[in-house]
């Protein structure tokens, strides 16, 4: 399948209807398709806007879930600036100035290897990953991706028990009427001003920064050679007449700045003076403005994601359900983790192997997520560059050093803004209903601390091959940790994922792998969901537990019997054979996958 385009080409009929075709959108409709669900994507830009830059990092968690379809190298080649131009974020006088403070490794930026993730972060303008999403869209037999058309709406007086229908018109409003799509599943990720978070009257809560800020791409050829400071994929300015960032777009000369605190301006003239103020270069340096942006941040979460106003026909994705300010980078990042969170959940309940109900839990995990990485966003802007401004700033001598060591101490405070470990890889869902119970995980926005926890993600680590520990993960996962004296049975476990259709791959670790295994996890036996976040642990330390090979000891208290009522847990999964009803035609269980391997 290709691109099409037009509103002659939306079919009456699919399986997840997504309206979108942004980040969320194709990620989510890529997710689908690799388990063979199809979806159709209506997305009203014909071409992708690479003068609007938006979001340039993407983090460890989405650069390795970019990895489990296949995406990740692709997106590394496509990128301007490796990992190894540089992973540093400097604040500066100005691009000639004193350099105040610097953040190295920020947004995971780790040029080397990186262990607590199986990709590490990078730098990439957003219009070029969704380039590399669209194109993969492309390629997919079970897409159908159509530009040159929007969705005017859910209609929720069309909503069956298994089906809703979405309105779709012309992207141009030319006077073509619309068509009705009908589907299983219909999908908001059409971003902020979502019409289908609209249509099923879902508000936004929150609130506004107070000042706007004014983005700017521009060329300029001279520019990199008057950069007294070390690369970084961002600088940050602290001048007294504008402040903000600055950083390159590639090696040829192109370049992004976002001017904070700034009200718009008209002049491409004024706006390249401005930047040449900013960086404090004369004006034998060339600025060629390409295009200008006003933006004000935005911290809003709707009220619900749409489960519960469509009978769980319809979701809302990405910034369809929340808007962050992009200070730490994790709008488009958590709109990829959305997604992810509702693909295995969507292809579970598609496949038979969940009840409907588990859609339910989309909101539950994902919505505090959500709030969590806004007030952090929100705390980060309560510190922008122009807070640090001071006058003396850029003097020269004592008074001067005194000035400068002060604003390098109190930028301490930007921490959390490119160090934000915690967050990317430390959101968690423990204490929500699919999660077997346990303790409260540590958070922090900064430290990451890995725990095998039910909830959290998985805790990373290389095998001694060298390879992730991380499954290709397409069903749950068990790890099993054996060791010399132990073979820890996972009989009743895999008999439940059987009698229930659950792919169930069955991962032993012995050795060196399986010592690693129980220094990182502190559990023998790990229960995982395809989103790789824990479902269970157990342990063969249960006393009421006989270690045995040939499956006896177990009982109810045994961890093969805990973990198999948890895998029931994290998909709701109604008794054996009770099941047939709840599928409509096109929603046949698949044979289990289930596997077993021993590393
Ligand atoms: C200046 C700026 C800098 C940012 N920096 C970062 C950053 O560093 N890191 C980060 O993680 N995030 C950043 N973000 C946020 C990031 O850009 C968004 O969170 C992300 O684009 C959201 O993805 P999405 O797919 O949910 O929505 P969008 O990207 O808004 O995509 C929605 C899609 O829906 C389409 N659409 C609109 N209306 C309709 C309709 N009626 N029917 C069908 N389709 C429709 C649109 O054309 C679009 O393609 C930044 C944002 C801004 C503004």
Same mark, same amino acid.
């Not at 385009?5 to 690799?34: E, F, K, Q, W």
């Given at each position: 399948?290709?691109?099409v ?31 063979g ?7 009203p ?59 190295h490794?920020?947004?995971q ?37 159509i ?27 030319a ?9 299983k ?50 600088w ?18 192109t370049?992004?700045?976002i001017?904070?605190?700034?009200e ?32 004000t ?23 369809a ?8 980078g ?15 959940k ?50 020269v ?34 204490g ?48 099993v ?49 395809? #989103? ?7 342990? $063969? %330390? !249960?006393?009421?537990?006989? +270690?045995? =090979?040939?499956? @006896? &000891?177990t #009982?109810?208290?045994?961890?093969d019997?805990?973990? $198999? %009522? !948890?895998l029931?847990?994290? +998909?709701? =999964?109604?008794? @054996? &054979?009770?099941?047939?009803s ?5 929603? $046949? ?11």
């Open positions: 399948m290709t691109i385009h037009g509103l002659d080409r939306v079919p009456t009929r699919t399986t997840v209807a997504i309206a979108g075709g942004g980040p969320s959108g194709t990620y989510l409709a890529l997710r689908l398709a690799a388990a669900i199809d979806s159709v994507v209506l997305e830009r014909v071409e992708i806007d690479r003068l609007r830059p938006r979001a340039k990092t993407t983090n460890a968690r989405t650069m390795s879930l970019l990895a489990g379809i296949g995406l990740a190298e692709r997106v590394r080649e496509t990128a301007a600036l490796p990992v190894s131009y540089s992973q540093d974020v400097i604040f500066c006088t100005s691009l000639r100035g004193h350099e105040l403070r610097r953040f490794q920020a947004f930026l780790i040029d080397g290897d990186y262990d607590l993730s199986p990709e590490c972060g990078q730098q990439i303008p957003q219009p070029q990953v969704e380039q590399v999403l669209r194109e993969a869209a492309a390629r997919s037999d079970h897409i159908t991706y530009t040159g058309v929007r969705a005017s709406g859910a209609n929720p007086s069309a909503m069956t028990p298994s089906t809703a229908t979405l309105s779709v018109a012309p992207a141009d409003d006077d073509n009427g619309t068509v009705e799509l009908e589907a599943w219909i999908i908001g990720a059409d971003g902020g001003t979502s019409r289908v978070r609209k249509s099923l009257g879902i508000a936004f809560q929150g609130t506004s920064a107070p000042r706007p800020n004014f983005n700017v791409v521009f060329t300029s050829a001279r520019l990199r050679d008057h950069v007294s400071i070390d690369p970084a994929v961002q940050w300015i602290i001048n007294e007449s504008t402040s903000g960032m600055i950083g390159e777009l590639d090696r040829d000369g370049w992004w700045a001017l904070q605190g700034c718009p301006i008209d002049d491409p003239a004024e706006v390249a003076a401005t930047i040449r103020t900013m960086a404090g270069v004369g004006p034998d340096v060339d600025i060629e403005v390409l295009a200008t942006d006003s933006w941040a935005r911290m809003l979460l709707a009220d619900s994601y749409g489960g519960r106003e469509s009978n769980g026909r319809v979701f809302l994705v990405g910034d359900a929340h808007l962050n300010p992009p200070w730490g994790h709008g488009f990042n958590t709109c990829i983790s959305d997604a992810e969170n509702l693909a295995w969507l292809i579970a309940v598609h496949d038979g192997w969940a009840e409907e109900g588990l859609l339910d839990s989309y909101e539950e995990e994902r919505r505090p997520v959500a709030a969590r990485m806004i007030a952090d966003a929100a705390a980060n802007g309560k510190a922008l560059a122009y807070d640090f401004v001071d006058p003396m700033l850029d003097e001598g004592a008074e001067g050093d005194e000035v400068r060591t002060r604003v390098r101490e109190a930028l301490a405070v930007k921490a959390s803004e490119f160090h934000s470990e915690g967050l990317v890889l430390g959101y968690e869902y423990a929500t209903s699919r999660v077997a119970p346990g303790p409260v995980p540590f958070v922090d926005a900064v430290e990451y601390r890995p725990q095998a926890l039910p909830g959290c993600l998985l805790p990373h680590f290389r095998l001694s091959s060298g390879t992730s520990v991380y499954p290709d993960a397409r069903g749950f996962t068990v790890f940790t054996d060791d010399a004296s132990t073979y820890l049975a996972t009989e009743a476990l895999e008999r439940t994922a059987r009698e229930h259709s659950i792919p169930l791959r069955v991962i032993r670790l012995s050795g060196t792998d399986a010592e690693a295994a129980r220094e990182h996890w502190g559990a023998e036996l790990v229960l995982v969901r395809p #989103d790789l976040h824990i479902a269970a642990t157990a342990s $063969a %330390a !249960a006393e009421s537990y006989d +270690v045995a =090979a040939d499956g @006896a &000891g #009982d109810d208290a045994s961890p019997a805990v973990l $198999a %009522a !948890a029931l847990t994290a +998909v709701g =999964a109604a008794p @054996a &054979g009770d099941r047939s709840e599928r409509s035609d096109d929603s $046949a269980p698949r044979d289990a996958n289930h596997q077993r391997e021993a590393t």
